[in-house]
């Protein structure tokens, strides 16, 4: 449900509201409605860096595979070393 609102603003802040709205193509009442919708929420948590890394899935990992072995091995049989 929509109600009025009154507002007291300054006449030049107004014309350049309105154009602002032009611009834009929103009414006044739609970009009022927005901003105050912005102010009242609730700010969204950011994530820090580390906390996004951690929460990433962990690769399953063999240590008893030697790396290094392995990708000569499969550089080998690609490339015919």
């Given at each position: 449900?929509?109600?009025?609102?009154?507002?007291t603003v300054d006449e030049n802040l107004v014309y350049k509201i309105k154009e602002y709205a032009d611009l834009k193509h929103?009414?006044?009442s739609e970009l009022v409605e927005?901003?105050?919708?912005?102010v009242v929420e609730e700010?969204?948590?950011k994530?820090?860096?580390i906390e996004?890394?951690?929460s990433l899935p962990?690769?399953?990992?063999?240590?008893d595979v030697d790396l290094k072995k392995q990708y000569y091995e499969e550089r080998a049989s690609k490339y015919g070393f």
């Open positions: 449900m929509k109600t009025r609102l009154n507002l929103i009414s006044v927005d901003y105050f919708k912005k700010p969204v948590k994530n820090s860096l996004l890394i951690e962990k690769p399953e990992i063999d240590f």
